[in-house]
């Protein structure tokens, strides 16, 4: 049964959940934040590192056939473009604020979905977009 197809385990939906979530904070953050602090500190800096601990907390719950899923799910196979935009800002936006390691991760898992890309045909735009971003910015990738 090929992963997309698969129930998920109530851990699985879980974590899904957390995914989503802490997904939505990334991409929806709002730069007007109040703070209570001084007027010394910078606002923008403080939202910056508030989305690098989300991202890693993300890398670190969700493991790789999870991700896997979701750029099946919403990145593949949705019919919806804006779905499919949605997915593309938030794996960049995850892909920004992550460690090399998590960027490694989404990388090789985008690679391992390449062989089939043709049987998605333009809904692979948003895809193709990504792994070529990725490729070039990747480290690990430039080595190989």
């Not at 985008?110 to 895809?127: E, I, T």
């Amino acid at each position: 049964m090929p992963l997309q197809d698969r129930p998920l385990q109530p851990q699985q939906a879980m974590h899904e959940d957390i995914l989503i979530h802490g997904a939505h904070s990334i991409v929806f953050r709002d730069e007007r934040m109040p703070t209570t602090t001084t007027c010394m500190d910078d606002p923008v800096n403080e939202g910056q590192q508030m989305c690098q601990s989300i991202v890693q907390q993300l890398l670190a719950i969700a493991d790789s056939a999870l991700w896997e899923r979701f750029i099946h799910c919403f990145l593949l196979h949705s019919n919806s473009t804006s779905v499919r935009w949605q997915a593309h800002l938030l794996l960049l936006s995850i892909f920004s604020y992550g460690n090399t390691e998590g960027q490694n991760l989404l990388l090789d898992l985008m690679w391992g979905v390449w062989p089939h890309l043709p049987s998605y045909g333009r809904k692979a735009a948003q895809f193709v977009d990504l792994l070529g971003y990725f490729s070039l910015k990747c480290s690990m990738f430039k080595e190989k």
